[in-house]
């Protein structure tokens, strides 16, 4: 905000404009904590992993967990195995 001299503040136009967006994005941002790692299993790990720990996983990379367990297998492998590891 500036000053205009007198005792009350004008809002800068940024900080108008942006319908706080800033401070949403704070909040955000201090919600998200990135993983030290990246997860090191195969593509027979995901296939074989029971529901509960996929879920803690997906969790842990705040990375949506819908659908059944197969599809949330499906998903984990297309997030995180790279290309060549898929084929087996």
Same mark, same amino acid.
């Given at each position: 905000? +500036?000053?205009?001299?007198? =005792? =009350?503040?004008?809002?800068?136009?940024?900080?108008? =404009?942006?319908?706080?967006?800033?401070?949403?994005?704070?909040?955000?941002?201090?919600?998200?904590?990135?993983? *030290?790692?990246?997860? +090191?299993?195969?593509? =027979?790990?995901? $296939?074989?992993?029971?529901?509960?720990?996929?879920?803690? *996983?997906?969790? $842990?990379?705040?990375?949506? +967990?819908?659908?059944?367990?197969?599809?949330? +297998?499906?998903?984990?492998?297309?997030?995180?195995?790279?290309?060549?590891?898929?084929?087996?």
């Amino acid at each position: 905000m +500036k000053s205009t001299g007198n =005792s =009350s503040p004008v809002p800068s136009p940024r900080a108008a =404009s942006d319908g706080g967006m800033n401070q949403c994005a704070a909040v955000i941002a201090a919600e998200f904590q990135m993983p *030290l790692h990246y997860p +090191k299993y195969s593509k =027979s790990d995901y $296939e074989t992993m029971p529901e509960w720990k996929l879920d803690r *996983l997906l969790d $842990e990379y705040s990375l949506p +967990k819908r659908g059944d367990v197969n599809q949330k +297998k499906r998903f984990a492998m297309g997030a995180f195995l790279w290309p060549d590891q898929s084929q087996d």
